[in-house]
């Protein structure tokens, strides 16, 4: 079995439901705290094992290379005045660790996978969508990592939600379930409420084998007149095992602006460095 190496990080969509914020700044450069969210997905990739980070950005984006690049004027003015660089230190990707590769048109999340076709190729590689902020200890994709080892063929991260939300998200048809895994022997994006086959939705982490790039290939518009990634991946069940991994931890989703939110204040609340604080201030703030 081929191990996990390389994640794709689609980050070329629009982020329309959070502008003005991010008619200039991309989404996943918006900071949980102090740390932008496409930080967060590329730690969770290095503590799973993967070594190469291949970015579809479009136009705008270039912050995000900025990010992962060396700064530096900035790194040279902090040396002088004698402040450490440390904090810098997870945001250095060498150029043998990253990627980037243009999708030229917003026409899907399918479409941006499929645009890093030439970089990933012929191996199984893993699927991270920034705005879904997984919080846990293992990471989301480490336990993926560890249930693919067992397992192989295709893995999807999924969360049990409230049934009347399902037509947001891709949702799974459940078959057997062995503890944290389930079968998955179909799947839908954005379906009906009354034509949902569970509550059980993909949760913004995966891991594929290089197939579904070829399934991609001749993929029709789907939901929202956009290539799926959901309606691609349901084309390889029956050719190949795919399973779904409940994460043990949190999740939330910074696409809306209540889970960014909400991501914010949890995360403060947990910090050494300012969580008492942050907790007296919302207790005050309720009160009031
Ligand atoms: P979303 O559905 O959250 O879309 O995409 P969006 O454009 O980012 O945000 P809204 O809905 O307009 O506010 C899910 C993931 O797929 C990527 C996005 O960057 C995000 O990580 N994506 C989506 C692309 O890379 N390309 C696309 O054409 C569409």
Redesign the pocket.
Known sequence: MKPIRKAVF?????????LPATKAIP??MLPIVDRPLIQYAVDEAREAGIEQMIF?T?RGKSAIEDHFDIAFELEKTMAERGKSLEVLEPTRLGPGNCAYVR?QE????G??IWCARAIVGDEPFAIF???EFMVGSPGCMKQMVEAYNRLGGNLISVLEVPRETVSSYGVIAPGARDGDITEVTGLVEKPKVEDAPSNLIISGRYILQPEVMRTLENQEKGAGE?IQLTDAMARMIGTQPFHAVTFAGKRYDC?SKVGYVQANLAIALARDDMGEEIRAFALDLLAN
């Open positions: 689609p980050v070329a969509g629009l982020g329309t439901r959070f989404k996943e579809v479009g999708q917003p026409l899907g999340l479409h941006a969508l920034p705005d956009e696409g």
